[in-house]
T-cell receptor, first 116, second 111 residues
Framework: DAGVIQSPRHEVTEMGQEVTLRCKPI?????LFWYRQTMMRGLELLIY????????DSGMPEDRFSAKMPNASFSTLKIQPSEPRDSAVYFC??????????????FGPGTRLTVL | GNSVTQMEGPVTLSEEAFLTINCTYT??????LFWYVQYPGEGLQLLLK?????DKGSNKGFEATYRKETTSFHLEKGSVQVSDSAVYFC??????????FGSGTQLTVLP
């Protein structure tokens, strides 16, 4: 299996521009998570989906952030307009169906976003 | 709510030294506990896990025991290598499917 795929791996943009990050979860996984990692705030959960439906978006910092999952094999995280404080590494993770304590998440390599 | 408290870093050790990274948690019910590792430039990957009290998770020479009485899940390794240099995250899985992560501990092993 190819694992969780994220694109692009690096993105440099200017303040005010729209940024779209993409994620392909592992086939057969029914949960998808978006995280943001910074030195100051560590690893933060932004939003997660189950069977393509958003379950909890309480971690999304503000209305400039939006996430979609149009099908089981694709998700996007969009920032519009972007600001320098959005600079971070964004991770996507997925987990497989299961009962009880099936919490293992498989992480992608991340997208390093720099907003100038 | 659930929370994880991890030993502050960074930790610097010489090769073959003994490693302990402390992790304690607060949770309702009986959570699962995890250690994830992040190598430079990569995403997090599962290192080991334990799903019930007194379970010991182990992998690549690392061990951690789920201690319900002390609400702890400390990570240990008897002899670290330079290749173990990474950031280590303790995490808790509760009734919902998301994980609660600690703040991470940077480990550097010197030759």
């Amino acid at each position: 299996d190819a694992g969780v795929i994220q694109s692009p791996r690096h993105e440099v943009t200017e303040m005010g521009q729209e940024v779209t990050l993409r994620c392909k979860p592992i086939s057969g996984h029914d949960y998808l998570f978006w995280y943001r990692q910074t030195m100051m705030r560590g690893l933060e959960l932004l939003i997660y989906f189950n069977n393509n439906v958003p379950i909890d978006d309480s971690g999304m910092p503000e209305d400039r952030f939006s996430a979609k999952m149009p099908n089981a094999s694709f998700s996007t995280l969009k920032i519009q307009p972007s600001e320098p404080r959005d600079s971070a590494v964004y991770f996507c993770a997925s987990s497989q169906p299961g009962t009880g304590k099936s919490h293992e998440q498989f992480f992608g390599p991340g997208t390093r976003l720099t907003v100038l | 709510g659930n929370s994880v408290t991890q030993m502050e870093g960074p930790v610097t050790l010489s090769e073959e030294a003994f490693l302990t990274i402390n992790c304690t948690y607060t949770a309702t019910g009986y959570p699962s506990l995890f250690w994830y590792v992040q190598y430079p430039g990569e995403g997090l990957q599962l290192l080991l896990k334990a799903t019930k009290a007194d379970d010991k998770g182990s992998n690549k020479g690392f061990e951690a025991t789920y201690r319900k009485e002390t609400t702890s899940f400390h990570l240990e390794k008897g002899s670290v290598q330079v290749s173990d240099s990474a950031v280590y995250f303790c995490a808790l899985g509760g009734s919902a499917r998301q994980l609660t992560f600690g703040s991470g501990t940077q480990l550097t092993v010197l030759p």
